[in-house]
């Protein structure tokens, strides 16, 4: 047991209080961010005249020398340090001598451990950023490749209207982007540096809290120290953002295994996005998607849990707040591999246009565009309306199409209908001259499509 405190106590710790309380187990994943830390803080007290020139000099080399060691696993983080913040100046200590010993000043594990972690999750924000941008590649390669793709679109899961792949895809298209926008925007919010908040009240010593917030990439220092300390809405803002984009993977892979079903054969995902079953030799699964479903919860999990940790919790710091990390990171690994597997399933998965094709036709996707052509020549809509969805019975009796009556047929309903009902309510028609913006329509579709790019093209999170 090596902690950083220990004067005022006449007793040991209990082993099993100090296993209790021990964060070392799992924060040693921020030991890089700890070290960044440590090493602009350093500089900072240096600058300022509170350390010397060779005090900086020892601490600075010693830390990165306990990074590159942490790296190399020539050292090992060992759970008989606290935290990450004690093994590391304990480390220092045994290494440097004296000077370690001055590494904490003007500092607590407070605002130490309040910087770590948005530098975590800072980092964290742009690697899942540039995991979206992948995937968005990916979505809108399919869209240009499908803008003529014909498929039914669904209301309540019952056939709706004609759209095709790119229009459906389209619409992944803009769930992801808004994920990157409100990334781009919990990263704005947060780079702010809590660093100098000490353990609540700031300290007496001259820090530059401004200059440890530029070293460290942070726009500003953050204002109230009580808040500093205590706020982990950044944090729960990040969870906020992943549970959406696991919302979004989730609503699409349970579109895919509907769609990779027999009754459907809209997808076949690639046998290296599959699996098999032990005992029944003919199956092909879609583990990958289900998986992906499935982890959602755990993601949602962690929102609601940091939420629930987080109420009622007076200021400033409490060691509640140490139950931020283990939840918080599974959410980001569990996103960050989803979404590589997800976007791996996507690019190599193949879509039978010619089932899609075959299932728009039929089931009366082109009702509404009958009902449109009756109202084009004077009918009023109700009465159109009403007209079709006669004719629709007489198909269903008949087991036909709309298109497959006969004019003498259309026209027991309504003498409006002309030789040229045939035309359209054409697949080709009912999709292809829907340009309103946003439809699926091709001049509309090309549009997005050039804007998609152009999206594309601006790049990542800049801070
Ligand atoms: N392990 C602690 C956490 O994660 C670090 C801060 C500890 N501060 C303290 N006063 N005990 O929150």
């Known amino acids: 047991m090596a902690q950083l405190w220990g004067g005022r106590f006449t007793k040991a710790?209990?082993?099993?209080?100090?296993?209790?309380?021990?964060?070392?187990?799992?924060?040693k994943r921020l030991y890089k961010q700890d070290i960044r830390g440590s090493i602009a803080h350093v500089r900072m007290l240096s600058k300022q005249g509170i350390l010397t020139a060779r005090e900086e000099e020892l601490l600075l080399s010693g830390l990165m020398q306990i990074e590159n060691d942490i790296e190399h696993?020539?050292?090992?983080?060992t759970p008989e340090y606290e935290d990450i913040h004690s093994f590391v100046e304990a480390v220092l200590t045994q290494r440097i001598g004296e000077a370690g010993k001055k590494l904490h000043t003007g500092r607590s594990r407070n605002d130490q451990v309040a910087l770590d972690m948005r530098l975590y999750i800072r980092d964290e924000i742009i690697a899942v950023d540039s995991l979206l941008r992948t995937l968005l590649d990916v979505i809108l390669q399919i869209m240009k490749e499908n803008v003529h793709?014909?498929?039914p679109g669904f209301t309540h899961?019952?056939?709706?209207?004609?759209?095709?792949?790119?229009?459906?895809?389209?619409?992944?298209?803009?769930?992801?982007?808004?994920d990157r926008e409100r990334l781009a925007d919990a990263a704005r919010r947060m780079n702010y540096c809590p660093l100098g908040s000490g353990a609540l009240a700031g300290t007496t010593y001259p820090l530059d809290r401004a200059y440890?917030?530029?070293?460290?990439?942070?726009?500003?220092?953050?204002?109230?120290?009580?808040?500093?300390?205590?706020?982990?809405?950044?944090?729960?803002?990040?969870?906020?953002?992943?549970?959406?984009?696991?919302?979004?993977?989730s609503r699409s892979c349970e579109e895919i295994i509907t769609w990779n079903t027999n009754?459907?054969?809209?997808?076949?995902?690639?046998d290296s996005y599959s699996t098999g079953s032990s005992i029944m030799p003919q199956?092909?699964?879609p583990d990958i998607a289900e998986l992906v479903r499935g982890k959602t919860g755990r993601v949602y999990g962690a929102l609601m849990q940091l939420l629930t940790v987080m109420k009622s919790l007076p200021l400033a710091y409490n060691k509640d707040m140490q139950e931020d990390k283990e939840m918080a990171f599974d959410a980001v690994d569990t996103v960050r591999s989803c979404l590589v597997l997800y976007t791996g399933m996507l690019s190599t998965m193949g879509f039978r246009k010619d089932v899609m094709e075959a299932s728009a036709k039929n089931g009366f996707t082109n009702a509404t565009d009958a009902a449109d052509y009756l109202v084009n020549r004077g009918v009023p809509f109700r009465d159109a309306h009403s007209i079709v969805g006669r004719l629709v019975l007489t198909c269903i009796e008949k087991d036909c199409s709309l298109d497959e009556l006969t004019l003498e047929e259309l026209r027991r309903e309504s003498p409006v209908f002309g030789e040229d009902i045939y035309e359209a309510i054409s697949?080709?028609?009912?999709?292809?001259?829907?340009?309103?913006?946003?439809?699926?329509?091709?001049?509309?579709?090309?549009d997005e499509i050039r804007q998609a790019q152009e999206y594309l093209d601006r790049g990542g999170i800049s801070l």
């Not at 710790?13 to 924060?27: G, H, K």
């Not at 808040?227 to 992943?242: A, H, K």
């Open 149 to 151: 793709t014909y498929m």
């Open 13 to 27: 710790t209990d082993r099993q209080v100090y296993e209790f309380n021990a964060s070392i187990n799992f924060d």
């Open 427 to 446: 697949m080709k028609t009912c999709v292809e001259k829907r340009n309103t913006a946003g439809a699926p329509g091709p001049v509309a579709m090309e």
């Open 283 to 285: 199956k092909k699964n």
């Open 157 to 178: 899961l019952q056939k709706a209207q004609p759209v095709t792949l790119a229009h459906h895809m389209g619409a992944y298209f803009e769930m992801f982007r808004r």
């Open 212 to 249: 440890t917030a530029s070293l460290l990439g942070f726009y500003a220092p953050t204002r109230n120290s009580m808040d500093s300390v205590s706020d982990r809405d950044y944090l729960i803002e990040f969870l906020s953002d992943l549970s959406m984009i696991m919302m979004h993977l």
């Open 73 to 77: 696993e020539t050292i090992r983080i």
């Open 263 to 270: 009754e459907y054969r809209f997808v076949e995902i690639d």
